[in-house]
T-cell receptor
């Protein structure tokens, strides 16, 4: 089955700096890679996603990159703000099968003033 | 209108008890899931149902029994609760790649 690794497990940045979270996946059949943000006591919420036919996608201050050959994908947050503080999860899915969304182990991002 | 709703939000119970968590989605999705999030925040799939049929059953103790009376509902019954069952349980539904999560049920076994 799919295995998703995520690094780092914790990340502390100063407000205004950039944050990068990296993930690797094992199943080359995975073709959909979403990122979720989970605030304390809340549900995971989708913030951005990328499909395997795209190398990069951007939405305001967040961007994702995908390297299919290396099976790497990354989340980039620029100009971080205190409200970006949360746990971020990457995930991988093969949309062509009745498979499950497999999550990475999460990154706790702390944006300090 | 809440898209995926779970009840109860909090559940505190003693070891050995049997409890159920209910989930309902009004999105018309065909597939529903139960995920467990432990104290380290790891999110792990437990079960998946597609149109009331069980399609994924991860290595979960058979004290956990999901039931899907129709494609809009997926309930989770847990027998003989153990301390290690304490976690947040998230229900989710999907259509294709679009997943929507419920707000979670925090289960505490004492």
């Amino acid at each position: 089955g799919e295995n998703v690794e995520q690094h780092p497990s914790t990340l502390s940045v100063q407000e205004g700096d950039s944050a990068v979270i990296k993930c690797t996946y094992s199943d080359s059949a995975s073709n959909y890679f979403p990122w979720y943000k989970q605030e304390l006591g809340k549900r995971p919420q989708l913030i951005i996603d990328i499909r395997s036919n795209v190398g990069e996608k951007k939405d305001q201050r967040i961007a994702v990159t995908l390297n299919k050959t290396a099976k790497h994908f990354s989340l980039h947050i620029t100009e971080t703000q205190p409200e970006d503080s949360a746990v971020y999860f990457c995930a991988a899915l093969n949309t062509g099968t009745a498979s499950k969304l497999t999550f990475g182990t999460g990154t706790r991002l702390q944006v300090t003033l | 209108d809440t898209a995926v709703s779970q009840t109860p939000k909090y559940l505190v119970t003693q070891m050995g008890n049997d409890k159920s968590i209910k989930c309902e989605q009004n999105l018309g999705h065909d597939t529903m899931y139960w995920y467990k999030q432990d104290s380290k925040k790891f999110l792990k799939i437990m079960f998946s149902y597609n149109n009331k049929e069980l399609i994924i059953n991860e290595t979960v103790p058979n004290r956990f029994s999901p039931k899907s009376p129709d494609k809009a509902h997926l309930n989770l019954h847990i027998n003989s609760l153990e301390l290690g069952d304490s976690a947040v349980y998230f229900c989710a539904s999907s259509h294709g790649a679009g997943y929507t999560f419920g707000s979670g049920t925090r289960l505490t076994v004492v």
